[in-house]
């Protein structure tokens, strides 16, 4: 064989395998448009009965029958898009009855399937339908390596109450990335009494490497019972736990003066918030800070003391220290707008 005829061979697969890739696109397609229109009288059938359901012109068994018509995935689907729509006790005995449903206890089994989108869908499932007797089945999703699937299974909380789910979520919220764990924080407000109990045990665990991202959650959750808790810890050797205690707790006017500048900018800021006119003092101290952020955060805060605050700022802009002059003819020179941007 020559080399010119081993082209051919070559190209001749390669035609060949583009054709198969073609003809695989245009049957799947095919498929596709098939199953969708197989099963879109069945949809529309469930959006029927559970618009009747929703207005109580229907009983659960009507909605329940009409589901198992549908395939499993757009079965859950439903479920999903409906359950924000419909009061909580109701919800309840529908979630009551799903439980003897054949193909409802086959996507319960699939949270020990080795494929992760099974187990996505039994956490979509259960983050709608779960009863109390999922606990066990809950735990170990919220435990899942997928994050697709711990984060679909954490919604469980809006809707069961348990202080082993709330716990397993608070210990994964220090591991997450800010936007995740801003969506799990969300879903513990919901259980707050057993997350109050659980982070007041955490936050006297002072040498726990996620102390910081826990303090961060309890200072947002602005619990009364919890600030005990968190002015213990404005003494602790990490500044980003000090950090965090002084977004929590601004009026602990100790933090100002801290050694870290991140604590001491933070300090400022809450000091602003309260605005309170007896650490209107401290906060005009703090535009002589040797950091540049904090004499930022010290001159907005000043903005919200009102006139006396403003008074400080001018003082501060024809006074002897160069920075705090700077710092003060740049605040005075913003906008209502850039204050509300730069305070935020």
């Given at each position: 064989?020559?080399?010119?005829?081993?082209?051919?061979?070559?190209?001749?697969?390669?035609?060949?395998?583009?054709?198969?890739?073609?003809?695989?696109?245009?049957?799947?397609?095919?498929?596709?448009?098939?199953?969708?229109?197989?099963?879109?009288?069945?949809?529309?059938?469930?959006?029927?009965?559970?618009?009747?359901?929703?207005?109580?012109?229907?009983?659960?068994?009507?909605?329940?029958?009409?589901?198992?018509?549908?395939p499993v995935s757009l079965a859950v689907d439903a479920l999903v898009t409906w359950s924000a729509r419909v009061p909580g006790e109701r919800w309840r005995r529908l979630a009551s009855g799903l439980?003897?449903?054949?193909?409802?206890?086959?996507?319960?089994?699939?949270?020990?399937?080795?494929?992760?989108?099974?187990?996505?869908?039994?956490?979509?499932?259960?983050?709608?339908?779960?009863?109390?007797?999922?606990?066990?089945?809950?735990?170990?999703?919220?435990?899942?390596?997928?994050?697709?699937?711990?984060?679909?299974?954490?919604?469980?909380?809006?809707?069961?109450?348990?202080?082993?789910?709330?716990?397993?979520?608070?210990?994964?919220?220090?591991?997450?990335?800010?936007?995740?764990?801003?969506?799990?924080?969300?879903?513990?407000?919901?259980?707050?009494?057993?997350?109050?109990?659980?982070?007041?045990?955490?936050?006297?665990?002072?040498?726990?490497?996620?102390?910081?991202?826990?303090?961060?959650?309890?200072?947002?959750?602005?619990?009364?019972?919890?600030?005990?808790?968190?002015?213990?810890?404005?003494?602790?050797?990490?500044?980003?736990?000090?950090?965090?205690?002084?977004?929590?707790?601004?009026?602990?006017?100790?933090?100002?003066?801290?050694?870290?500048?991140?604590?001491?900018?933070?300090?400022?800021?809450?000091?602003?918030?309260?605005?309170?006119?007896a650490t209107l003092p401290l906060v005009h101290a703090a535009l002589r800070d040797p950091d540049w952020w904090v004499r930022l955060r010290s001159g907005l805060a000043l903005t919200r003391f009102g006139s006396a605050g403003r008074n400080a700022l001018l003082a501060a802009e024809v006074g002897?220290?160069?920075?705090?002059?700077?710092?003060?003819?740049?605040?005075?020179?913003?906008?209502?707008?850039?204050?509300?941007?730069?305070?935020?």
């Amino acid at each position: 064989m020559t080399a010119r005829h081993f082209l051919a061979v070559v190209a001749l697969g390669q035609g060949v395998l583009l054709a198969a890739l073609l003809m695989l696109i245009v049957l799947n397609r095919w498929f596709r448009l098939r199953r969708r229109a197989r099963d879109n009288p069945r949809r529309q059938a469930v959006e029927a009965v559970m618009q009747r359901w929703a207005l109580g012109q229907a009983a659960e068994r009507v909605v329940l029958a009409q589901l198992t018509r549908l395939p499993v995935s757009l079965a859950v689907d439903a479920l999903v898009t409906w359950s924000a729509r419909v009061p909580g006790e109701r919800w309840r005995r529908l979630a009551s009855g799903l439980e003897r449903e054949r193909w409802a206890r086959r996507v319960r089994r699939n949270s020990n399937s080795g494929r992760w989108w099974k187990r996505l869908e039994t956490a979509r499932f259960l983050s709608v339908a779960a009863t109390p007797a999922d606990t066990p089945r809950l735990l170990k999703l919220l435990r899942d390596p997928h994050p697709a699937v711990h984060i679909a299974a954490v919604a469980t909380l809006e809707r069961v109450e348990s202080a082993p789910l709330a716990t397993a979520a608070l210990e994964r919220l220090p591991q997450l990335a800010p936007t995740v764990g801003a969506y799990y924080a969300g879903m513990l407000r919901r259980s707050r009494t057993v997350v109050v109990q659980l982070l007041l045990t955490r936050l006297r665990r002072t040498n726990d490497p996620a102390l910081a991202r826990l303090a961060e959650f309890a200072a947002r959750l602005q619990e009364p019972a919890l600030r005990e808790s968190l002015t213990a810890l404005a003494g602790h050797p990490d500044a980003e736990v000090r950090t965090q205690v002084a977004r929590a707790l601004g009026a602990l006017t100790r933090l100002a003066g801290d050694a870290a500048w991140p604590v001491r900018a933070q300090a400022a800021r809450s000091l602003g918030m309260l605005a309170d006119p007896a650490t209107l003092p401290l906060v005009h101290a703090a535009l002589r800070d040797p950091d540049w952020w904090v004499r930022l955060r010290s001159g907005l805060a000043l903005t919200r003391f009102g006139s006396a605050g403003r008074n400080a700022l001018l003082a501060a802009e024809v006074g002897a220290d160069t920075s705090a002059r700077d710092m003060a003819r740049l605040v005075l020179g913003l906008s209502p707008q850039a204050l509300a941007e730069f305070a935020a």
